[in-house]
Structures are given as structure tokens and as C-alpha cells.
């Protein structure tokens, strides 16, 4: 007899075996009792049809939430033991693989990565490699002679893998890939140009024409108490001191020796012809409460200036960040600063580049007017805007026509910006499979 409780309440279970006695007078085992089918199993704790729902729950919620649910069910478990359910499952047998994809991810961010077979036909993952290295990969792929197409990313490791794995078989770049590639390479030119950000847009722009424009960037540069920050002083003399050594004729590695910098840093600060391209980013950095600035003045100026009331109410709203934040933000209010009209919010690298990732179709009226602005504003970012669009363009509409990836590399390589140039050298040394992303399907 079993009793247990369920919804609250006790249930009572009748249960019936025989017991069995050995009659063997040596036996080390006097008694056994009988198990039922389909219901019961040696040693076992659990019934076979409470093992199978606890599977499903440790396979779909996952540890520590199906241990939650469970406990809500009335089943007493913890994360541990439905873990270990799921590793008694036994493996899936994939089968011929003939299309496979083949990805990278992190298994400790910035240090450690791993690779992920996925069969693409059944889009269910194969095997998990330990590394990401070529010739792992390579080794895999010689296991399995039948793979035909691999769809990767632009790795190298993962080209030069299945070039000695496996030749017989076709590349292609992933679309997916290509988009987030161009989209990372968009973002790092508009990053570059992030002053023209700083300006308020006419079409964005509600404020009064007689009101003065704020002087952000002069007033960003400098504390609370009107002093030049830290950051900013530190930027400009470490630009000066590169800049004179480069004149000089030394090296980026002996610069980084004697100041004790990285190389990628002062390589950062060579690049930068002119200090304002590394204040732009210093200075000017996207905060968690720009999106709320505009609701914040709103609120204050109808008499709410509680932080911790105006905290819980944007927090409603999205908001991610602590009150201390809302405070250093609402601290110029207390001291009088405050502005005569509501603050215009300011463009983001993030949102200029969705606007020119994005398709053109699916941009509002007032986002392509902007968009139309910063681009007669800065020709360059006029520039990047075309190539970016032609390349999404073949790449989502798998336009293949001939030698049309050609001439979009030997255009960007020609008066493109340094990123889009990158991306663009990147592409040529993968052209076979990015071709074969626009013919494939």
C-alpha cells in the first residue's frame, strides 16, 4: 500500500504482489518479490511511467526549472536526478549524413569553443567536436564519406577542414552569417562616424527653432565640476605621445613596449588620424537609460521626482538598470539644469544599423527621413549604405547573377571604408562558397 498526496490531496494506491521464497536451503536470498510489468523494475525507486514524465520535464524546462514544476506536481526531485535522466537516454542513431551544417559555440565566452554538427535536412544536432580546430573537423568529415554539401560559416578552420576532410564535398556559406558579418562591418563604420550621431535630426527634432541646440559633446567632455575628465586628458595625451612616436619612426610594438599598452591599442590610437574619433567612442558610450530619457523629463516636469517611483515605473517599461543610475541621471534636475523642452533622444550605432540592415520596404516614414539625413550629412555613411543594401540584396533574394559579387567586392575595395574593405578581402579569399550561397536554396 502506497499513499501519497496529488492536487492537494492524500491518494491511496493498492498495490498486490506475490512474494516468492527460494527453497533452496543455502540460498543467500530467502525471499523475492514479483515485479509487475510495464509498472515496476529492481532497485528501482520510481515506476517506469514516472521515470518517462520526469524525462520529458528534465528534457523540455531543463534542471532546476523542472525541479521547480515537479515540486509543483507534488513529485519530490531534484535538478541533479533529472540530469541524470537525460544522460541514461540513449543516443539517437543519425544515420547518412549528406547535408550537414556545422557551427561554433561558446562553451566558456572569449576562451573556450566547441563545434555543433547539425544534419540539415532533419535540422537536429549529429555530434558535439571538442574544438573548433580544422583538423578535428577534418577528421570527422573523413569518418563520414557521405557528407555532399557542408554549410558553414566563414571560419577559416572550418574551410580548411572540410578541404582536407572531405573534397568531394560542395561549401556553402551560411546566410545567416553573411548578413551578421555585413551587419558587424556597417556597425563598425557607423561607430566611426558616431559624431554625426550626436546632432539632432530634423525630421527627429520637435524642439523650437529659436531654442539653442545643446552643446552635448563640448559639455560630455567635461565633470561636474567643469574640469576635463580623466578619460578625456588620458585620450588626448596617449594619442599625442603615439602619434610623435610613429613621426619618429618606431615601431607599434616598441610604442606598446614603453607606454605598456596592448598592441590592438596602440594600433586603435594609429589608425585614429585625429583624437575626436576616439573621444566620439570614449565619451559618448550608449547607456541603459537613453531610451528613457525623454519619459524621465516628462514625469519630472509633471511633479514626479521620487528616483525610486520613476525606477519602478521605466522598469515596467524595459528598463535593465538600478536606480543608482536614474539618480546620477536626475542630479542635474535637482541642482536646477533643467531643459526648457523635452531632450530629443539621440541616434545609436544600434539603430542606424537596423535602419540600413533593415529592408528598405519595412522602414517607417520617419526612419528612412532620417536615414536620408545622415546620409547627406556624411557621404560616407551615404556610401555604406548602398553597398550594404546591394550585398543584403543578392544575399536574401540569392541573386546570382554573373560576376555580380565581383563587381560589388572590386567597388567596395575601390572607395569603400575600411571595414566594408575588410569584409570585402574576407570574401574574395571565400568566393566559391559565398557563390554557392546565392545559387543554393
Not at 588620424?273 to 558610450?285: F, N
Not at 555580380?404 to 575601390?414: E, G, N, Q, S, Y
Request: with cysteine; aromatic share 4%; charged share 30%.
Amino acid at each position: 500500500m502506497v499513499t501519497r498526496r496529488c492536487a492537494g490531496r492524500r491518494v491511496r494506491i493498492e498495490l498486490r504482489a506475490r512474494r516468492l521464497v527460494c527453497g533452496h536451503d543455502r540460498c543467500a536470498r530467502r525471499t523475492f518479490a514479483e515485479q509487475i510489468p510495464a509498472l515496476t523494475r529492481r532497485h528501482a525507486r520510481r515506476t517506469d511511467a514516472l521515470n518517462a514524465q520526469l524525462t520529458d520535464v528534465a528534457l523540455f524546462p531543463g534542471g532546476r526549472p523542472g525541479a521547480r514544476l515537479s515540486q509543483r506536481m507534488t513529485i519530490d526531485i531534484c535538478k541533479d536526478t533529472l540530469l541524470r535522466l537525460i544522460r541514461t537516454l540513449p543516443l539517437p542513431s543519425s544515420g547518412p549524413v549528406p547535408h550537414l551544417g556545422v557551427d561554433e559555440f561558446a562553451v566558456r565566452r572569449g576562451r573556450t569553443y566547441a563545434t555543433i554538427l547539425i544534419d540539415m535536412a532533419t535540422h537536429r544536432p549529429v555530434d558535439v567536436l571538442a574544438d573548433r580546430a580544422a583538423a578535428t573537423f577534418a577528421s570527422w568529415l573523413r569518418d563520414h564519406p557521405e557528407v555532399r554539401i557542408i554549410c558553414r560559416d566563414r571560419a577559416g578552420s572550418y574551410r580548411d577542414g572540410a578541404q582536407a576532410g572531405a573534397p568531394q564535398a560542395r561549401q556553402v556559406a551560411d546566410a545567416w552569417h553573411l548578413l551578421n558579418n555585413l551587419a558587424q562591418a556597417v556597425e563598425r563604420v557607423i561607430g566611426r562616424h558616431r559624431a554625426d550621431l550626436r546632432q539632432p535630426l530634423a525630421s527627429h527634432d520637435d524642439r523650437n527653432e529659436d531654442d539653442p541646440a545643446p552643446a552635448g559633446r563640448d559639455r560630455a567632455e567635461l565633470d561636474i565640476h567643469g574640469r576635463p575628465r580623466p578619460l578625456v586628458a588620458r585620450t588626448r595625451e596617449r594619442h599625442q605621445q603615439i602619434h610623435e612616436r610613429i613621426e619618429r619612426g618606431d615601431s607599434l610594438r616598441a610604442i606598446a613596449r614603453d607606454l605598456e599598452l596592448s598592441r590592438g591599442t596602440v594600433s586603435r590610437f594609429a589608425r585614429a588620424a585625429e583624437v575626436d574619433e576616439l573621444l566620439i567612442a570614449a565619451i559618448h558610450r550608449p547607456t541603459l537609460i537613453d531610451d528613457y530619457r525623454l519619459y524621465l523629463h516628462h514625469r519630472w516636469m509633471e511633479g514626479c521626482t521620487n528616483a525610486s517611483a520613476l525606477t519602478r515605473e521605466i522598469q515596467r517599461l524595459g528598463y535593465r538598470g538600478d536606480i543608482n543610475t536614474v539618480r546620477r541621471h536626475l542630479k542635474p534636475y535637482r541642482d536646477g539644469a533643467i531643459p526648457a523642452t523635452a531632450p530629443s533622444p539621440h541616434l545609436t550605432v544600434r539603430w542606424v544599423t537596423d535602419w540600413i540592415m533593415r529592408r528598405p520596404e519595412h522602414l517607417t516614414d520617419l526612419e528612412q527621413k532620417g536615414l536620408d539625413e545622415l546620409c547627406e550629412r556624411n557621404p560616407a555613411l551615404a556610401t555604406t549604405v548602398e553597398y550594404a543594401r546591394r550585398l543584403a540584396l543578392m544575399i536574401r533574394e540569392r541573386r546570382s547573377e554573373h560576376l555580380a559579387l565581383d563587381v560589388w567586392i572590386a567597388d567596395v575595395r575601390l572607395d569603400g571604408q575600411r571595414e566594408l574593405r575588410t569584409l570585402a578581402n574576407g570574401m574574395r579569399r571565400d568566393r566559391a562558397a559565398i557563390q554557392a550561397a546565392l545559387t543554393t536554396t
